[in-house]
């Protein structure tokens, strides 16, 4: 008995440490038991780097700010681990995506294909899928820029023709090709990104001060606006004077033609420091989990006191 209450106060303790880290909107902001995770907002890096000329701090983080799409609410594509993306609620006529980066990884694919959507699939590292679709249409070939054309390797201007997808409109675009992605994207015509509805990055080694990463950005910025970014911290932190910002964050795009934004009062970037876990959780289950643990806690205390005989 006594252990049992040694350790049910101890699950207590940390559910309010977690508990007490949400933001409001129900969208809760873990962090990990180190200040290693403890990273700044995006909003507040964006705007010390832009009391100052932004251009000339080549300042990245200006463009990585997410807003509300109105009337689109987010929804996680995939399962609740490593490899799904957030997006908006809005599939309309939307028929075709490139997923780019798969490794054994495909759940993301496997959702878009159960709405009817075909999946162009490229990873120049995979010898074969772990399993088949008919909305699969996978290639061994990695996506690169123009100067790293060669037998396995092209550019994402080549997948579309190759795939007699030049005229089409509306598409979903997803990168995750460890930090090749700079070069790619760099050398992508911003015609060809407005054939994209969606864009979902994972961006790689970020820093503040480096021309390829601002250009890259800035390109897309234009073009497209960020509504989710949750960080991946495995590969440590970068810094903008003493803001700290992880290296790896997972962006979700939306076109900016036919869309209204407003401003997002969530904190960016979500923490997400484990797979096996989504980034949105709902605050309300986590309330109920400690209210479970209080509740017997109490209960197994009076249960304890009334076997409990008191010598005089």
């Given at each position: 008995?006594?252990i049992?209450?040694?350790?049910?106060?101890?699950i207590?303790?940390?559910?309010?440490?977690?508990f007490?880290?949400?933001?409001?909107?129900?969208i809760?902001?873990?962090?990990f038991?180190s200040n290693?995770?403890?990273?700044?907002?995006?909003?507040?890096?964006?705007q010390?780097?832009?009391?100052k000329?932004?251009?000339?701090q080549?300042?990245i983080?200006?463009f990585?700010?997410p807003?509300?799409?109105?009337?689109?609410k987010?929804?996680?594509?995939?399962e609740?681990?490593?490899?799904?993306?957030?997006?908006l609620?809005?599939?309309?006529?939307i028929?075709i995506?490139y997923?780019?980066g798969?490794?054994?990884i495909?759940?993301?694919?496997?959702?878009l294909?159960?709405?009817?959507?075909?999946i162009f699939m490229?990873?120049?590292t995979n010898?074969?899928?772990p399993?088949?679709n008919?909305?699969?249409?996978?290639k061994?070939?990695?996506?690169?820029?123009n100067?790293?054309r060669k037998h396995n390797i092209?550019?994402?201007?080549e997948?579309i023709?190759?795939?007699?997808h030049?005229?089409e409109k509306?598409?979903i675009?997803k990168?995750?090709?460890?930090?090749?992605?700079?070069?790619?994207?760099?050398?992508?015509s911003?015609?060809t990104l407005?054939k994209?509805k969606?864009i979902?990055?994972?961006y790689?080694f970020?820093?503040?001060?480096?021309?390829?990463?601002?250009?890259?950005?800035?390109k897309?910025?234009?073009?497209?606006?960020?509504?989710?970014?949750?960080?991946c911290?495995?590969?440590g932190?970068?810094h903008?004077?003493?803001?700290?910002?992880?290296?790896?964050?997972?962006?979700?795009y939306?076109?900016?033609?036919g869309?209204?934004?407003?401003?997002d009062?969530t904190?960016?970037?979500?923490?997400?420091?484990?797979?096996?876990?989504?980034p949105?959780f709902?605050?309300?289950?986590?309330?109920?989990?400690i209210?479970?643990f209080?509740?017997?806690?109490i209960?197994?205390?009076?249960?304890?006191?009334?076997?409990?005989?008191?010598?005089?």
């Amino acid at each position: 008995m006594i252990i049992f209450i040694i350790l049910t106060t101890i699950i207590i303790i940390l559910a309010l440490i977690i508990f007490r880290n949400n933001t409001s909107s129900n969208i809760l902001k873990l962090k990990f038991f180190s200040n290693n995770y403890n990273y700044n907002n995006l909003y507040e890096i964006a705007q010390k780097c832009l009391v100052k000329d932004p251009d000339e701090q080549l300042c990245i983080y200006q463009f990585l700010c997410p807003k509300e799409v109105k009337g689109k609410k987010r929804v996680l594509i995939g399962e609740k681990t490593d490899g799904s993306y957030v997006m908006l609620d809005d599939f309309e006529n939307i028929k075709i995506a490139y997923s780019i980066g798969i490794r054994d990884i495909i759940q993301f694919d496997k959702a878009l294909a159960d709405k009817g959507i075909d999946i162009f699939m490229y990873d120049h590292t995979n010898d074969k899928l772990p399993y088949e679709n008919k909305k699969f249409h996978w290639k061994k070939i990695g996506l690169g820029g123009n100067s790293e054309r060669k037998h396995n390797i092209q550019t994402l201007e080549e997948m579309i023709k190759e795939n007699g997808h030049v005229q089409e409109k509306n598409m979903i675009l997803k990168i995750d090709i460890e930090s090749a992605e700079w070069n790619s994207l760099n050398d992508i015509s911003e015609n060809t990104l407005l054939k994209f509805k969606y864009i979902l990055v994972e961006y790689h080694f970020l820093s503040d001060s480096n021309i390829l990463y601002y250009n890259v950005l800035k390109k897309i910025y234009k073009t497209h606006q960020v509504f989710y970014a949750h960080c991946c911290p495995f590969l440590g932190e970068s810094h903008f004077g003493n803001n700290r910002i992880c290296q790896a964050i997972e962006v979700s795009y939306i076109i900016r033609s036919g869309n209204i934004f407003t401003t997002d009062n969530t904190i960016y970037p979500v923490q997400k420091f484990s797979y096996g876990f989504n980034p949105i959780f709902d605050v309300n289950i986590l309330k109920l989990i400690i209210k479970y643990f209080i509740f017997f806690y109490i209960l197994n205390i009076i249960q304890f006191l009334s076997k409990k005989k008191i010598i005089y």
